[in-house]
């Protein structure tokens, strides 16, 4: 099994900055793709950006130039630089990472528990 621990969450103003991390822990895995989605009130769960094993990076159009994401593959840790932050960008941010059994070829997808950024105008 896979945990997921996210933490840097919290309330800021709009223009502010917040940096989240996410660091995975469990034995016997290997782990391709990690990031970050949100989900705001009411709304779907949406990606906001992910990095893979070769360091390929996928960032959602509404945060391109602001965020950035990068990953500690030693320490299976992944974090989320927010820049200018926006009300829009209130929403919960999950950390997500797909991995398999080292070996196998299955990856499942896991997630953690979610951290609360909130941006005041």
């Known amino acids: 099994q896979v945990q997921l621990v996210e933490s840097g969450g919290g309330l800021v103003q709009r223009g502010g900055s917040l940096r989240l991390s996410c660091a995975a822990s469990?034995?016997?895995?290997?782990?391709?793709?990690m990031g970050w989605f949100r989900q705001a009130p009411g709304k779907q769960r949406e990606l906001v950006a992910t990095?893979?094993?070769?360091?390929?990076?996928n960032l959602a159009d509404s945060v391109t130039g602001r965020f950035t994401i990068s990953r500690d593959h030693a320490k299976n840790t992944v974090y989320l630089e927010m820049n200018n932050l926006q009300p829009e960008d209130t929403a919960v941010y999950y950390c997500?990472?797909?991995?398999?059994?080292?070996?196998?070829?299955?990856?499942?997808?896991?997630w953690g528990q979610g951290t609360q950024v909130t941006v005041s105008s």
């Open positions: 997500n990472a797909t991995a398999a059994v080292t070996g196998g070829r299955l990856f499942y997808a896991y």
């Open positions: 469990g034995t016997g895995f290997t782990i391709d793709r």
């Open positions: 990095t893979t094993r070769d360091s390929s990076i």
